[in-house]
């Protein structure tokens, strides 16, 4: 920290360390960035590291996951929830009319692999786990009850009655063809709404389009479920209006039946994996009882949050790594040694269940879109990034000129990652951030 201090650039430091925003683990890039009249081809300005402190650009490493980086999660939490609410009520490039579209919040879960302590609330009031009068007692010698009201944060929550009984195997293989189970339900979806109005897939193509947007949440227990939000939009997307016979009744009847129908089989082990009887569907409207502003903050909590939060890893594990001694809870071991056992057959070798057993077999994207839906990351991004130009070029960093006559040659280099110890006092102070390590993180 002191050395850092008192190095004479280091004011130039300190304002590279501003501009990542307070990332914990900012890449340095090595490289130059040229600017050329297109017209003369004039060298007009030329900007390079090697002036730069050790002779590195630092930016920001822009992950999802807020167990990394906390501050560019965040970026990442409000990119997700302007885009979840732009197809809901407009903005950013969508027409505002979106909003009196016909539009579901619906929550897809996975089935039951086994008993699992739960908290539940009637009216304010924490319910027993599992109160059965004359519980069943398991092979393994243990009684299926638990009268116990859990704290919400009991470390049992999540955890087994019986971690014998348990279905370690199901659960990690139904994470792993989620995705599939997912895409099958929109198809059917689809299928079914067009059923309803008496027209094929093709020709409902003509008058509707379904757009989704959803986000896989990680529940206690180890096992993903998803909430998606579903919107009916004219022939051309959110800018066109649905045709009035195309009703939020349909879609809600729709959802219910393709939820019902679709399955997905892991052939080699002749098991077919459906969702869970548990569905949650309910209309979003501007000023009901689920607003688009719950929803879209909602999609986007869950956005930034991976498989850690169930109190597994945050990297990949490795074949070699000595599973028992990961510093993981017993219920994320045995689920991540089902992975890495089922992962190693070779007919189940399509999962790839090794390289996902830090997710507990889910290897599907936290949060997606269909094309449709509203902006893109990409664009929030390039409209942030442009905003961060035009505020270097005001304060003297690039020089000014127009895009059309000016030609820029940027060639770039990794050169390392991350922070000293020192490093990330001074940067916290800085930023205004939080220090790593300083309690609460996914560590
Ligand atoms: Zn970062
Ligand atoms: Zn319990
Ligand atoms: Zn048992």
Known sequence: MIHRLNQPDYNRWACQIKHTGGCRQPIHLRGKVEHY???????????????????VLRV????????????????????TYQLVRAGLVGGKGVPETVSTHPCQFVTLTAPSFGAVHVRREKNGKVLPCHARRNAETCPHGRVMSCTDRHSADDVRLGEPLCSDCYDYDGSVLFNAIS????RRFTLALRRRFARLNGLTVK???EHVSISFAKVAEYQRRGVVHFHAVIRLDGPDGPSSPPPAWATADDLDQAVRHAVAAVTAEIK?????????????????TMDGELTDQAVAAYIAKYATKAAECVGTLDRRIQ?????????????????????MRLGSEPGLADLRLIHWAHMLGFRGHFSTKSRRYST?????????EEHMRTEEITTGRLPLFDEDT?????????????????????????????????GGGGR
Do not use: M
């Open 179 to 182: 995705s599939e189970l997912w």
């Open 37 to 55: 009249d297109r017209a003369t081809g004039q060298l007009l300005h030329r900007y390079s590291t090697t002036t730069e402190p050790n002779g």
């Open 376 to 384: 893109t990351l990409g664009a929030l991004r390039a409209a942030r």
């Open 319 to 339: 074949p070699l790594d000595n599973l028992d001694a990961l510093p993981v809870r017993e219920h994320a071991r045995r689920l991540i040694a089902a992975c």
């Open 268 to 284: 080699p082990l002749r098991r077919t994996f459906r969702w869970g009887a548990q569905l949650d569907t309910r209309r979003v």
């Open 203 to 205: 020709a409902l193509r």
């Open 406 to 438: 000016v030609l820029v040659i940027a060639h770039w280099q990794y050169a390392g990652q991350g922070l000293s110890i020192g490093e990330q006092v001074l940067a916290a102070a800085i930023t205004g951030t939080r220090l790593p390590y300083a």
């Open 60 to 79: 920001p490493c822009k992950t999802r996951r807020a167990s990394r980086c906390p501050a560019c999660a965040e970026i990442y939490r409000a990119d």
